[in-house]
């Protein structure tokens, strides 16, 4: 069965630093991995995603991620927070078409941004 | 680019009354579809999926059902609420390269 694994329930981060949320995962077939946040009562916003290729992803808001195969493992990575980038965030796993497992969710990191 | 109207926002319903949920995709056809619940505190767990119109699976025992009654319309239903449904539910889509869209979300409070 599938599953993620996001060891850090919450991470404080002073604005400017550097952040790194931790995720890894076990799954039977090629991975296909993904980060999402999410901010209070909203939705899922889509930041990156890996499906082949090229094992550092680019994502949107100057976030990226990398996948590292051996260590089962996809971190995702910003060089510099800022305050907006306070929420919650997924690590997820699943097949690229869809299928009956969905997506699996790991239990989510709360980022805390200290000014 | 597909898109998820979820609706309503918010719901606060009593013990024992009945739940409809609307999901409807855009921009797309013939979606896999998601119920997904966000528990207090807890990750997203998979509740139904379904492939096609009248086709749904469920992933756990539970006090909801689901149904598709048009290809891109995905329905989450209760007969009856418990104090335990109160969640964030969350509908999805994934069409194969495009990979998957949430939609909003409704935030359901079982009094």
């Known amino acids: 069965a599938q599953s993620v694994t996001q060891p850090d329930i919450h991470i404080t981060v002073s604005e400017g630093a550097s952040l790194e949320l931790r995720c890894n995962y076990s799954y039977g077939a090629t991975p296909y991995l993904f980060w999402y946040v999410q901010s209070p009562g909203q939705g899922l916003q889509l930041l990156l995603k890996y499906f082949s290729g090229d094992t550092l992803v680019q994502g949107i808001k100057g976030f990226e991620a990398e996948f590292k195969r051996s260590q089962s493992s996809f971190n995702l990575r910003k060089p510099s927070v800022h305050w907006s980038d306070a929420a919650e965030y997924f690590c997820?796993?699943?097949?690229?078409?869809?299928?009956?497992?969905?997506?699996?969710f790991g239990k989510g990191t709360h980022l805390i941004i200290q000014p | 680019s597909q898109t998820i109207h979820q609706w309503p926002a918010t719901l606060v319903q009593p013990v024992g009354s009945p739940l409809s949920l609307e999901c409807t995709v855009e921009?797309?056809?013939?979606?896999?579809l998601y119920w997904y619940r966000q528990a207090a505190g807890r990750g997203l767990q998979l509740l139904f999926y379904?492939?096609?119109?009248?086709?749904i699976s469920s992933e756990v025992p539970q006090n909801l059902s689901a149904s598709r009654p048009q290809d891109r319309q995905f329905i989450l239903s209760s007969k009856k609420l418990l104090l335990s449904d109160s969640g964030f539910y969350l509908c999805a889509c994934n069409r194969g390269a495009y990979g998957y869209t949430f939609g909003s979300g409704t935030r359901l409070t079982v009094v």
């Open positions: 921009g797309t056809s013939n979606p896999n």
């Open positions: 379904s492939v096609g119109i009248g086709q």
């Open positions: 997820a796993v699943g097949a690229r078409g869809g299928g009956a497992d969905g997506l699996t």
